[in-house]
């Protein structure tokens, strides 16, 4: 019902860019927002950015605000996440999300908001 699959993601050295995408299916559209999550080895999925379908509300957590950037177009089902000078400890698999189903007061940060998911993809940054 709802498919979300992630690309763009690779190898790049610090204070390189990258540009990672998220193709939804067509019933994502009718979900809250949308939000990329990130995960390294031993560690908990930790979250990025999300932004609302509607209106295009957005939040980012503090370690990549200013440095990334969430956006979508609607028109083809499509999330993106621009990412610039990127460190390190950027380095994890990122993942795309949607949900959650039902109207949300603010933009959720919390992966227990999401629904579906992506299958991720590795972004690595080399020092």
């Known amino acids: 019902q709802v498919q979300l699959v992630e690309s763009g993601g690779g190898l790049v050295q610090a204070g390189g860019s990258l540009r990672l995408s998220c193709a939804a299916s067509?019933?994502?559209?009718?979900?809250?927002?949308m939000g990329w999550f990130r995960q390294a080895p031993g560690k908990e999925r930790e979250f990025v950015a999300a932004?609302?379908?509607?209106?295009?509300?957005?939040i980012y957590a503090d370690s990549v605000k200013g440095r990334f950037t969430i956006s979508r177009d609607n028109a083809k089902n499509t999330v993106y996440l621009q990412m610039n000078s990127l460190k390190p400890e950027d380095t994890a698999v990122y993942y795309c999300?949607?949900?959650?189903?039902?109207?949300?007061?603010?933009?959720?940060?919390?992966?227990?908001?999401?629904?579906?998911w992506g299958q991720g993809t590795q972004v690595t940054v080399s020092s």
């Open positions: 999300a949607a949900g959650p189903a039902s109207a949300w007061i603010g933009v959720p940060k919390s992966p227990s908001a999401y629904d579906y």
């Open positions: 067509q019933r994502a559209l009718s979900m809250y927002a």
């Open positions: 932004i609302r379908w509607t209106g295009g509300n957005k």
